[in-house]
Structures are given as structure tokens and as C-alpha cells.
């Protein structure tokens, strides 16, 4: 699909269903019909020519308000730009940041928040011009989604995904998931992230359903909220999932709420029963990545959901190879896994990161996981997770799941730590439910707990040999733990035992 097939989709909507809902303020009053939204953005891309944002030109959008942001992301998309969206709630002091990765996106302008005019919000242009006249290499499809990594590790990953791309996987989740007029999302996650603009935003337009958009998750109230607006299904993130899991006093889950999906982050086997027991709500787990237009796998809405399995390949090609050559590996056997196919990119732009390509197209997602029998994938961790103790190869993913599910647990990380005899030990970092188990008897009661899990579940060489509980993890805005603030030592510790 087009840039000019999107406008024509948008368009389409707001003739056949004029007066329909397409995005629900979750917090308020608004609303954005499908024709009021063909209305904004035929004036919207009126708005960008005029500007001189032709197709092809990269423009970051920093937008909080999400019915904006909603607005100006599928006006840009439509008018073939390629939209950068970058977070407009940065934490004090990093503006050098922002500023940072507007140029390693290239951006030739950014589209932002101003004050409010007469009711009206309107875009404030700032001209960048760091790389002006910069094109995607190679050329060719215009107008797209433009993302980076966090570049924590290394070089940040700029990726570009056409609109074809991104619509061909929102078509794909709106199919799997069974969304169409009447069906209404939830989405509480940040519209800077991929899974938000894809699996929220575009689903829903391509299926002609709704979406209520939160700014934010809010604990406090948060099924009343799903239930006044009206939601048939929550788009969500293990983070928010295991902040759910204990309804708060007088809580009720609504009935029409048909499932939960959850993405971004493994979701411990023990977390997914004891929310499903504790709400009546079918989580559907996912994987996905940014480089897949943000799905890869999903276990199935009504079929058989497999405990620990991300499901299977929806539109995705999939394999798994050894890790040390390209052997392609048979059933319930160990591997890194390799993806491809229409909606997952060719190349990192810049020419960063080649390597991550073989000959054939397929692109190495540094996860490590098996097929079982039925098809169903299992991710055991990270490439760049595994701990080598002693020669053996350690999956954090095994141990955090295990200790995830004792009692009084809200959250699990594993990593490796250094160690005179065996090179690397397992070490987990562990954040309690209730703050006051982090000291004294009741920390050394729960400690105990996890030793006990650990010794029953996990052979010698994958038991933690230390535990440490910590208060909170730093996370990124999707809840996936940092661990590399972990291994850095930059996460306080409050308790520490040697196993």
C-alpha cells in the first residue's frame, strides 16, 4: 500500500462511516470520527506542502497529547513522509538526547507541541537542517515509519518501515486478533513506540474498529477507565500486566473485554496464569521487533494459548539456526533465531549493522529460542544474555521464570557477573511486591523462598549464586528492564545474599 492508498483508505472511512469512532480520549471527551479524521488530514497535508515537506522528507513529530499525535502520524504517513516519532516526555536533562538522535535520524524538520490557540493545538516547525536534502539509501518506497534504537549498546539502529510494511503487519494483527467495526482497543503504551502505531493505531484504522488512547498506564482505576470507554480488548506489556494481577478493593473487570495482549517483554508462565485466574481475561502473548513492523509471533485469541510460548508466526518467516554456524536446526532444538519476509526490513540505514543480514535476506534477531512440534516458539533469551559458566551455557529467561513465580515477586532480571572459578555465575536481581521485604527478617524469609524455587526447579549450574533485592529496576518506557544498568552496578541494591 501507498502513502496515496492510505489517504484513499482514510478517505473511504469518512464517506462510508462518517460519524463512527475512530480514536476515544480514554480520560476525557474527545472523540475523532472517521470523518472528522479525513477532514484533519486533507487540511493537515495541504498544511506540510506548503511548508515544503515533500514526499520523501524526514520529519520527527514530538507531540504528548496522543488524539494529536494520532492526527499528525497519519497525516505525515499519508502525505509520504517519512515520521520520526520521538518522545515528548524525555526525563530533565536530556534534551542533549533529543537532540542527539534528531541527527542520527537525519530529520530535516520536527513537527511539536505548542501552546493551544483558540482550542485549536497546531504544529510548531522547527528546520533542523543537519542532513538536509537526505535521502534513505537506497531510495525508492516514500513515506514510512523512521525508528532507533536506544543505542545503549553500541551504534544506534536507524530503521526505516513503508507504509506497505507497516500496514501489510496492521492488516495481520487486525485478521489475528478478530478486530472490526465495533471492536474497540485500549492502549495505554507510548505512540513513540512501534507496537502502539502499529498494533493500536493502524490495526484499527485498516479494520475500521476504535481505540481509546490513555497517555499513560495509570494503575489506579484503570478497568474503570477500560470499562467507560468502552474497550473490547487491552493492549499492554508484562510491566502492566503484573501491576494487575491484585484487583484494588471493589475492582471489576469488564465483561466485554475479550483478551489481553501482551508484547515488548517475555511474560513468565506463572504471571500469565495467576492473571488470567485473578481477572477471567485471556492474555495473548506476542513477539515482536521493531524491524518486524512489530510483530513476529502470536499464540492464538480463541485457539490453544501454549504456557511460556510466544505462539506461532503470523505473516513472518521463521527459522532457527545454530548459533555457531548456519545449520538450520530441527524441532525442540536450541538456536538463534532468523526471520524474513515482506514486512520485516533489508538493511539498517546508513549501512550500519550488515553483518545482522545473511545473502539470502534473512535478518538475525539476536534472540535465542526453539520451534516445538505444533509450530509454537519458545524464546530462552538474548544472545548477548547467555552466562557461560564454566563452559555451560546459563538462559537467564529459565531462571527468571522460576523464581518469578514465588510469592511476594513483582519482578525478576538475571544476568552474569563475574566469578574467579567458573568465569561468569548467574546472578538474580530480584524486586519485591512489598517494600518492606527488601530488609531484614522478612528479606531473609524471602530470600529463602527463591532459594528454595531455585533448588527444586533449576539444575546446580543455572541456580543464582546471589540474589540481590532492589526497590525498582530502570526500565525503558515499554517496561523492559535495562539490564545493562544492572551489570554497570548503577541500580541500588538493598540486599544481598550469596546462594
Known sequence: MTPESLAALVERRGADAPDAPFLVEARGHRVVTFGSLAADLARDRSWLAAEGLVPGARVGLVVADPLDFCRWFL???????????LDPTPAPGAA??????????????????????????LPWLEVERVRAGSTLDP?????????????????????????????????????????RPGERGFNPLPLWHVNAEV????????????????????RTGFWKVVDESGATWVNAVPAIIARLVQPEAGERVPERVRFVRSASAPLAPSLEETFERATGVAVVQSYGMTEAASQICVNPVD????????????????????????????????????IGGPTVIDHYEWGAYADRFDDEGWLRTGD??????????????????????????????????????????????????????????PVAFVQPRDADDLGGERAVALVARLREAAGVALARPT????????EAFSAHATGKIQKNRLRDGTVPVAYVEAV
Open 368 to 425: 535465542l529460542g526453539y520451534v516445538d512440534e505444533d509450530g509454537y516458539v519458545f524464546l530462552v533469551g538474548r544472545s548477548d544474555d547467555v552466562i557461560n559458566r564454566g563452559g555451560e551455557k546459563v538462559y537467564p529467561l529459565e531462571i527468571e521464570h522460576v523464581l518469578a513465580a514465588v510469592e511476594g515477586v513483582a519482578a525478576v532480571a538475571v544476568v552474569g557477573e563475574p566469578d574467579e572459578v567458573f568465569g561468569q555465575v
Open 199 to 218: 498494533v493500536g493505531v493502524l490495526a484499527a484504522l485498516v479494520s475500521g474498529a476504535s481505540l481509546a488512547l490513555d497517555d499513560r498506564f495509570h
Open 303 to 338: 485457539g490453544p494459548r501454549k504456557p511460556g510460548s510466544v505462539g506461532r508466526p503470523v505473516g513472518v518467516s521463521l527459522r532457527v539456526v545454530s548459533v555457531e554456524g548456519r545449520t538450520v536446526l530441527g524441532t525442540g532444538t536450541v538456536g538463534s533465531i532468523e
Open 139 to 179: 531510495p525508492g518506497a516514500v513515506g514510512g515509519i523512521l525508528l532507533a534504537s536506544s543505542g545503549t549498546t553500541g551504534t544506534p539502529k536507524v530503521m526505516a518501515l513503508s507504509v506497505a510494511q507497516v500496514l501489510a503487519t496492521a492488516g495481520l494483527v487486525a485478521e489475528h486478533h478478530g478486530l
Open 96 to 121: 542533549a538526547t533529543t537532540a542527539e538522535r534528531i541527527r542520527t535520524l537525519a530529520l530535516d524538520a520536527v513537527l511539536a507541541d505548542r501552546p493551544r490557540l483558540e482550542g485549536l493545538t
Open 75 to 85: 497525516a505525515g504517513l499519508s502525505a509520504g513522509l517519512w515520521v520520526a516519532p
Open 463 to 470: 541456580r543464582p549464586a546471589r540474589i540481590k533485592l532492589v
